[in-house]
């Protein structure tokens, strides 16, 4: 049985009673659920449905509109990649503000300059993790202005760089170590901590081997069709039959 979307083991109980009340939509609660963004950047903890609940109380209430608590939700949603929790916290982003990010030159004033930039650049490492550009994003990632967007959310390299594994180990069985370590931005003494104690991967000479699991391993598949004579008959029939 799978995991309700709206399930959260550290969700604290004040939130958890607003969620599931009518106080969700009083935007009295913005500053309440603002402090709980803020403690999921501090404690690596993570709850997307109160967050996505944020986002929606500032589509209602544009005026309190917090664009680094904007900026720090896109961020946490990043953390959980491959998930598509960045894409839903992007549907409820004011138009004006997605429109410029995907696009600068539509960009105005009425647009959130600051906003709308630093959902660009945030837009972009989702791009290069999704399309497995995995150098890239590191690359990114090094520029200042890209540190200091996600430099609220602790340990955020750390836990990207777990889900980069987690999505090797899903395709693959074997890689180079070279490879990956471009992969997963990390070299060395570090490098070979990370993959034999972390992931629980070998490094065997040129190789780093992956155990095999349910998604990595190749499995063949046999295809039985289940087709009557008689359906053949019809279909030899109607090939001869004149049109009217």
Request: proline content about 6%; hydrophobic content about 35%; aromatic content about 10%.
């Amino acid at each position: 049985m799978g995991v309700a979307f709206d399930y959260c083991p550290d969700r604290p109980e004040n939130i958890d009673a607003i969620l599931n009340g009518l106080d969700r939509y009083n935007p009295e609660t913005t500053t309440i659920f603002q402090e709980y963004v803020a403690q999921q950047c501090e404690t690596q903890t993570y709850d997307c449905y109160a967050n996505l609940a944020l986002l929606k109380l500032y589509q209602f209430n544009p005026h309190l509109s917090h664009p680094e608590t904007i900026t720090n939700i896109l961020t946490k949603s990043l953390t959980v990649f491959p998930s598509p929790d960045f894409s839903l916290g992007l549907a409820l982003l004011p138009p004006a503000v997605l429109s410029a990010a995907q696009d600068p030159s539509k960009q105005t004033p009425s647009s959130t300059s600051g906003l709308s930039e630093a959902v660009a650049t945030l837009l972009n490492l989702h791009r290069a993790l999704t399309n497995a550009r995995y150098t890239d994003f590191w690359s990114s990632l090094e520029e200042d202005s890209t540190a200091d967007l996600v430099a609220d959310v602790q340990g955020f390299e750390e836990l990207l760089r777990v889900r980069i594994a987690v999505v090797v180990s899903q395709c693959m069985q074997e890689v180079s170590p070279e490879v990956l370590e471009s992969w997963l931005n990390v070299s060395g003494s570090k490098f070979q901590g990370f993959v034999t104690e972390v992931c629980g991967w070998k490094v065997d000479g040129e190789k780093v081997r992956i155990p095999l699991n349910k998604e990595n391993e190749a499995r063949s598949s046999v295809v039985r069709e289940s087709v009557r004579f008689e359906q053949f008959g019809r279909m030899v029939k109607r090939a001869y039959e004149q049109p009217a």
